[in-house]
């Protein structure tokens, strides 16, 4: 029966089994006590739905804390084996696949490396396909208590509702690939346990401001560094963030020719591939037939030497003129969006690290209009080389939230939902 408004009582148990899960998961352990206030339930509609959730295996007690001389407080939390998802990083250097339980606890990863320009569709769709089954082995679960496998990708994800997501990723030759349909096409996971593709610096934007540096800004970009340049702006009208084809932003009219074939990219002069090509170019010593990252470890090496010889002026110089390129880019993101914080991550951001970063930061806000700089901090994300993976499994996580902890049965003729009889037949390992 819908009400007023258009919602019906289903609807309302949903809403409240998601308050109390998403209240219990990033600030608990909670008494139902401190549950009422942290959801805006009464106490009666707490007990009801924390009774439900504890009967679903979601959540399970913790402990308990004393209270203002009454009876000691039952300590609440979500079950971190109630639930498991798949993160999936396709990267410019490798594709990594790695398993999380609910409280996202590494379980079992698996790296599949890319050989250069190795972004045929079918190598990367084996290689995810085989990634999933080698991480389920590992960790000997049933494929049937996934929530779901998130996979970040490189370009523009389209969701349609008739082909999935469909990727245009112009910088590594894909055009208009239907992803989702190639996956569930002789997929080794059940009918029931659903793909979730988007942006990967989208996904590092959503890993960083739920659990990393992000957290607590209402207003942020996060920035992906690697072969290309990406970003992802969160705003309270944009929460779970949206990729910004950033790179592709034109920064020198007739410049230097991009990976999408345009001229005059930030992508062109800023990313990592563009950087080492350069080096190369003005007759740097860089090491030939490695993969990129191993290339830009040398390029660091020879800008900064640590044995105290002198630092090689070409691979300096293409530094610092990268720095500047960056923050130029950035400068633009500020004016545009007036962000309160930038983070910078990725493979490449991460290599270069607090010895790039200040060149980049001091950049930035000399270009910036004087006000929006005023009011951003530019810092290095905090999640290392996995923050893609984490957010790529927070994308069937977030689903998950928003259905209240309920999955679709495989099989709607079973009395009992697989899913739940898997976590009521666990045993202790």
């Not at 909670?30 to 504890?54: C, K, Q, Y």
């Not at 084996?126 to 990708?153: F, K, N, Q, S």
Request: overall charge negative.
């Amino acid at each position: 029966m819908a009400g007023r408004n258009g919602r019906t009582v289903r609807d309302l148990r949903r809403a409240n089994r998601t308050a109390v899960l998403q209240r219990l998961y990033f600030d608990g352990p909670l008494s139902r006590f401190e549950l009422g206030p942290a959801t805006g339930l009464s106490s009666g509609s707490v007990s009801n739905v924390v009774a439900d959730l504890i009967g679903d295996g979601l959540v399970e007690e913790a402990g308990s804390v004393d209270s203002d001389g009454g009876r000691p407080r039952t300590l609440l939390r979500v079950a971190p084996v109630s639930g498991h998802m798949i993160g999936v990083d396709v990267g410019e250097t490798r594709v990594r696949i790695e398993l999380f339980d609910l409280t996202l606890t590494e379980l079992a990863r698996a790296e599949r490396p890319l050989e250069q320009q190795r972004y045929e569709v079918e190598v990367i769709v084996d290689h995810i396909r085989a990634g999933i089954t080698e991480v389920l082995t590992t960790a000997d679960l049933d494929p049937e208590r996934l929530l779901g496998v998130g996979i970040g990708v490189p370009g523009i994800v389209e969701h349609t509702p008739d082909r999935g997501a469909v990727v245009h990723g112009q910088t590594i030759g894909w055009d208009a690939i239907e992803l989702e349909s190639l996956l569930r096409s002789g997929s080794p996971l059940p009918e029931g346990v659903r793909y979730f593709i988007d942006n990967g610096a989208k996904t590092l934007g959503q890993a960083e401001m739920w659990f990393g540096a992000g957290r607590g800004a209402r207003n942020a970009l996060v920035v992906l560094f690697g072969s290309g340049v990406g970003a992802c702006l969160v705003t309270p009208e944009v929460e779970h963030g949206r990729a910004v084809e950033w790179g592709h932003l034109t920064v020198r009219v007739r410049g230097r020719r991009c990976r999408c074939g345009a001229l005059g990219c930030l992508e062109a002069y800023a990313g990592a591939e563009s950087l080492l090509a350069r080096w190369r170019e003005e007759g740097g010593r860089g090491p030939g037939g490695t993969d990129e990252e191993t290339a830009l470890t040398s390029m660091l090496a020879a800008a900064y030497p640590a044995d105290g010889t002198a630092a090689d002026p070409v691979a300096l110089a293409v530094l610092e003129e990268t720095a500047e390129y960056l923050g130029a880019g950035l400068s633009d993101l500020i004016n545009l969006f007036q962000p309160e914080r930038i983070l910078m991550g990725g493979w490449a951001g991460l290599q270069l690290g607090s010895r790039f970063l200040p060149a980049v930061r001091r950049h930035a806000l000399s270009y910036a209009l004087r006000h929006p700089a005023e009011n951003v901090t530019i810092e290095l994300g905090s999640l290392g080389p996995d923050a893609v993976t984490v957010g790529a499994a927070i994308l069937p996580l977030a689903d998950f939230f928003t259905c209240g902890g309920r999955r679709p049965d495989p099989d709607p003729q079973s009395p009992q939902p697989a899913w739940r009889r898997a976590l009521q037949e666990r045993a202790p390992r």
